[in-house]
């Protein structure tokens, strides 16, 4: 179909969720996405931090199609090989003992609540339990999630969510203090905030709620669905600020591509869920799980968490020789390694469009700053193209 044809027939039949810019992206290679006429683009957004590993690997892409000749999906209710390999390489990732596989970010959010508040019934005996969120944060769109997530705009329309559920401050220590009770089940935060302007925990904010929760036997639940695998030049973020979370969420780039997700825990917390209390029918199939296994393959293969950490700094000093020369409408400069975010003075949807227009791709987060997420197989020269590209589109 041509361009302008699928666009018209899409605004007919899909539900109009999303702002979509006119473009209709037909394949990738690497760093690089080509649209539907054949104009390619550099991607510094990764499927919103999906595509760890970069379009069309062809291992990845071997170990998926190995799977379909094999089996796809089968119940939970049996054991299968690609599950327990994918489980066994993210609980050595993770620092977790125990895993469950969800289809999305946001479901593995809603179990990692489940879980908090099932391990506070067992251990009070009472359904009264709280959880403090933080201001600003995203954790999803399912009403679970949505009840965690620190903007009105998201909660308003759909109350009334789950309950008892009260917003801290990030990054401000005496805030969750102050809202901590004896029914306080969990904690819940992004150790690096996307959605809300790409704001990193500091690890003295992140320690003292640690400190908190061991001494109140409160639950730490890190949501790193689009932080974790990698992004920060370590499997996961709170492995950068000495910091263990009792509960973690993981997405995205840990599929890089199929629809997974997965929240772990540490034993004492997981065995609070007992069959009958959480369950999915396509949560951890064996064509997901494939996908995982490969993924945890490859980034040990192509040294993605070095390169992460290579680039990445590479990729901070650009921007940083960035913000600065355009101090003018440049507010803001943070992150780490490869996600990492420029705050602009006005909105920045029409920086974007223009950068398509130029041949890069970027995503907002909010209405005035830009997200880099760019596959981790980025190198120095795609950091160059991707800056010569953004001035252009100034």
Known sequence: ???NEVMERA????MHTYGRYPLVLDHGEGMYLYDNDGKEYLDFAAGIGVFAIGYNNPDYNAALIEQIGKLTHTSNYYYNVPSTLAAEKFTKASGMDRVFFTNSGTEAVEGAIKLARKYYYNKKKKADSEIIAMNHSFHGRTMGAVAVTGTESYRIPFEPLIGNVKFAEYNDLQSVKDLVTDKTAAIIMETLQGEGGIHPATCEFLKGVRKLCDEKDILLILDEVQCGMGRTGKMFAYQSLGVTPDIVTCAKGLGSGVPVGAFGAKERVATALVPGDHGSTYGGNPFVCAAVSKVFDIFEEKNLLENANV?????????????????????????????????????????VKRGMDNGLITIAAGANVIRFLPPLIAEKKHVDEMIEKLEKSL
């Open 11 to 14: 605004e007919k039949v899909l």
């Open 1 to 3: 179909m041509e361009t």
């Open 311 to 351: 680039v990445g700094d590479y990729l901070w000093e650009k921007l940083e020789e960035f913000a600065k020369k355009h101090s003018d409408i440049v507010v803001d400069h943070r992150g780490m390694k490869m996600m990492q975010g420029l705050e602009f003075k006005n909105d920045v949807h029409d920086t």
